[in-house]
Every structure is written in structure tokens, then in C-alpha cells.
């Protein structure tokens, strides 16, 4: 039994504890953070990304992209979001993102049920979960309770991955992240939805070897399809669909495709010319790895990049500006 004089540190040393531990309670994320604070979230979240799908597809895509745009600079705290002169949002990498309204659509609605209690972080997360879904992908528990970042500079997006970038260069930007080589292939399959403008691969149909020709690892068959798509004096901001033949559905087909030469971006292509990465290819193509499940959890993994939690950050009132 403590003695007497023991007890005041006893007494401190426990409250020590208390503290860390609701302390660490407070900075965690977790599935239904909002079910008390704001029991409809998710669901208003959902209805609104599924009503602007209905009159444009691109937008699932779109979401995606921001999301882990967002996550690759200063962390998933939502300062893609945030417009002005030199934000993020301004830089070349994200100047063709799309979905930007649903976000702001989906927060006014939030905040005329739950004032200041739902971050543009969490529904920019919850956005891209469901533009997945709804792409006819699979869904995944997505942890919440991020807070808003209030930072938002042009010159962080040096650190996204480019579709010019060898994969040994896409490898050490994920490894700064926290995210290895399975998430790397994994997460770029999300390619399997949207389009890219003929400015981003037109390279590489023209003039791309010293003798004039085009990209070798293009497919012989596939060449002539994006030389017509993509005229050498054509219109650059044209848009391809990435994964041809399944560019709005949210499946596999991406990897098919990719070990038939037949990807659009450099980038992507090179995932299967280069051995570290072309395994993984094999394996989600056959289904020996389903692809699923890993982009699942590779996206929960990404979602914990610089999280924002307790004290950090903040609860924006509208996610284009900080408070």
C-alpha cells in the first residue's frame, strides 16, 4: 500500500496518464466520428457526389485525383481546396481537376445541418470513397475526423507524381509518404476511371525516338487509335480515357491493359517495363492479388498522411478559403 507521502506524486503520475490517453483519444481518427456530432454526414456527403455523377460522370474521377492530390501535399487536410493566388489549387498539376463544387455543395449542406463540425478534409475523404463506389468499385471503412489544414502553397505540388516520372522516381515520392511499391501500383490503378489531355501523352506518338518514331512499349494496334484521338496539329486539351474500353467503370481491366502496352501515360506504361513494379501488375491482373482489396487499403493508408487531429488545424466554414 503507498504511503501517505507517496500519494500526491501517485495521484499527478495518474492524471499524467488520464491525459495522454484522452489526448491520444482526441488526435485519432476513427470510422463514425461524426455518428453523434453529425449523424447524417456521410449520407449527405454521398447524395451529393451520386447527384452531380448523374450529369457528369468526370466527376468521379475527379474526386479521386483531388483526394490524393490533397494527400501527397501538406497531408489529407483538405488544402487543395483552398483558392486564391498561389494555392495549390493554382499549380499546373491540379488546374484539370475536376469535382471542386461538389466538395463546396456538400459543405454548404453540412453546415446548414451541423455547423462547424465536418472538415473539408473528411469530406473531400469521404468524396473519393464514394466516387469509387459508385464507379462500381468496391467500398472500404473511411476512418474520420481529420482537421482543415491552413496552408496552401503552388510550390509544395513538386513532391506529386508526374506522368513523366521514371518509377524510380515514383517510387521515392510514395516511399516519402509512408506508402511501398505495392501501394504505389495499386493506388495508380485507380487510372482505371477518367481521362488525360492529349498535351499529357502526345509525346510520345511523334518524334519519340532519334529516328522519328513513336513510344516502343505502345501497342502496335493501339498507336494508330491514339494517333487519331491525338493528331500531331491537333487540339491539345482533347481528352483520352485512360483505361480504354473500361475508362468509367471502377475495375481491373487497368492492368490488362497496361501488360498490353496499351496505357496512355508514360508513367503508368512503365509500371510493367520495369521489374520492381511489373509483379504486381501480373498478380492484380490475374486476380492472384485482388485489386480491390489492396486499392482499398492502400487508400486507407494514404488517408493517414499528415493528418490534422485535436487541437490542429481547423473547421473551415466554407473549404475554398481558411477562416
Known sequence: MASSANYPTLVAVFLLVAFAATRAQEQRTRVGFY??????????????VKKYLKSDPTVAPGLLRMHFHDCFVQGCDGSVLISGAGTERTAPPNRSVKGFEVIDDAKAQLEAAC???????????????????????ITWDTPTG?????????????????????????????????????????LVGGHTIG????????????????????????????????????????????????DTGSGSRFDAAFFTNLRKGRRVLES?????????????????????????????????KMRNIGVKTGKQGEIRKVCSAVN
Not at 35 to 46: F, K, Y
Not at 123 to 129: K, P, T
Not at 273 to 291: C, G, I, M, P
Open 35 to 48: 455518428s453523434t456530432s453529425c449523424p447524417r454526414a456521410e449520407s449527405i456527403v454521398t447524395a451529393t
Open 115 to 137: 455547423p462547424g463540425v465536418v472538415s473539408c478534409a473528411d469530406i473531400l475523404a469521404l468524396a473519393a470513397r464514394d466516387s469509387v463506389v459508385l464507379t462500381k468499385g
Open 146 to 186: 481529420r482537421r482543415d489544414g491552413r496552408v496552401s502553397l503552388a510550390s509544395d505540388t513538386a513532391s506529386l507524381p508526374s506522368f513523366r516520372d521514371s518509377v524510380d522516381v515514383q517510387k521515392q515520392k510514395f516511399a516519402a509518404k509512408g506508402l511501398n511499391t505495392k501501394d504505389l501500383v495499386a
Open 195 to 242: 481521362t488525360a489531355a492529349c498535351q499529357a501523352f502526345s509525346y510520345r506518338l511523334y518524334n519519340f525516338t532519334a529516328a522519328g518514331g513513336a513510344d516502343p512499349t505502345i501497342d502496335a494496334t493501339f498507336l494508330p487509335q491514339l494517333r487519331a484521338l491525338c493528331p500531331a496539329d491537333g487540339d491539345g486539351t482533347r481528352r483520352v480515357a485512360l
Open 268 to 300: 503508368d506504361q512503365r509500371l510493367w517495363t520495369d521489374a520492381s513494379t511489373r509483379s504486381y501488375v501480373q498478380r492484380f491482373d490475374t486476380e492472384s492479388l485482388r485489386f480491390d482489396t489492396e486499392f482499398a487499403k492502400s487508400m486507407v
